[in-house]
């Protein structure tokens, strides 16, 4: 069924708005997490010298955007919650751009990588082919982007007061294709237990083509 305008706005508030009233106990719970086999996924595949420009899409309360800044990189973060972007600032890791995903507002050909970490997959999946294009146009040519989403059968809708899609690895790989990215590397978070105990998918794509 196809979301109308109003739809879109209905999800991007009551998303937003859960994050806003649970940001505390999201940075309690989520502060010491250890991503660092994401943000050296996406790093790996950057070329040439560092540092580079990072914008961290969907950056929180800023925990990753430091990680970049401490790394010596260019970091800006993106961010559509209002708590988690003053948090972000308040960390002083760098520039914070509040932005709805859905209303995005991004220069061309500026950053040379994007890290989605456990951002895209609240985009909604008839908005998700522009938003990718978005993101495409903001890398620098043959800049990089890294994403990690929860993972599923491809459901979509509400949970937790969250609007979540869940997909499948081909049916991703089809989103990413069609955007004009070619995929890099894809594994499955945490590493080391069985499948059935990695909800997360990561990969990691490279822009081909024209912004």
Known sequence: MKLNPQDLEKITDLT??????SAEDFWEGT????VSQNVAALLQYIEGEPPFTILDFGCGPGRDLKAFAELGHIAVGLEGAARFAAMARAHGSGEVWQQDFLKLDLPDDRFDGVFANAALFHVPSQELPRVLR???ATLKPRGVLFSSNPHGQNQEGWNRGRYGAFYDLETWRRYMSAADFVELTHYYRPAGVPREQQPWLASVWRRMGAS
């Open 31 to 34: 502060h010491d997490h250890d």
């Open 134 to 136: 978005e993101l495409h």
């Open 16 to 21: 937003l708005r859960h994050y806003d009233q």
